[in-house]
């Protein structure tokens, strides 16, 4: 009966061990930040460039009036940012393995027309 907790401990610690590196960067192998503001009615960054296959933690800083978010149309990456408020600011990862220029862009409706017909929108560009 006692060889069942110290096999139970065992496979715990065996659990532990291996799922430890999931919450690092290092698991994901980051290899670039990034850092862009958002305002009405653009971004500080019109093209960014990453290299296919890198992991990018990409901050999305408010320093407009309205609220923003980023929404990226490239293939693997994780979507959209969370949309924030006027000060606020929010992290997405990027992981793009595909070379290639795509769109980034708000996707937050306006009254009249949305921020990326008022000029929110940029290039990514994946390099090889």
Same mark, same amino acid.
């Not at 009615?41 to 408010?62: C, D, K, M």
């Not at 979507?79 to 393995?97: C, F, K, N, P, Q």
């Given at each position: 009966?006692?060889?069942?907790?110290?096999?139970?401990?065992?496979?715990?610690? @065996?659990? @532990?061990?291996?799922?430890?590196?999931?919450?690092?960067?290092?698991?994901?192998?980051?290899?670039?930040?990034?850092?862009?503001?958002?305002?009405?009615?653009?971004?500080?960054?019109?093209?960014?460039?990453?290299?296919?296959? @890198?992991?990018?933690?990409?901050?999305?800083?408010?320093?407009?009036?309205?609220?923003?978010?980023?929404?990226?149309?490239?293939?693997?990456?994780?979507?959209?940012?969370?949309?924030?408020?006027?000060?606020?600011?929010?992290?997405?990862?990027?992981?793009?393995?595909?070379?290639?220029?795509?769109?980034?862009?708000?996707?937050?409706?306006?009254?009249?027309?949305?921020?990326?017909?008022?000029?929110?929108?940029?290039?990514?560009?994946?390099?090889?």
């Amino acid at each position: 009966m006692k060889a069942r907790p110290v096999m139970f401990v065992a496979v715990l610690f @065996a659990l @532990a061990v291996s799922l430890a590196p999931l919450g690092s960067a290092e698991a994901f192998h980051l290899h670039h930040r990034m850092s862009v503001d958002a305002f009405e009615w653009g971004f500080s960054a019109r093209e960014i460039t990453i290299p296919a296959g @890198a992991w990018v933690q990409l901050t999305l800083n408010n320093t407009g009036q309205f609220p923003h978010d980023i929404t990226f149309e490239a293939p693997g990456t994780w979507g959209a940012s969370e949309r924030i408020t006027s000060g606020r600011s929010t992290a997405m990862d990027l992981y793009v393995t595909q070379p290639g220029t795509y769109i980034f862009y708000c996707s937050v409706p306006g009254t009249t027309r949305t921020h990326r017909e008022q000029g929110m929108e940029g290039r990514l560009v994946v390099t090889p």
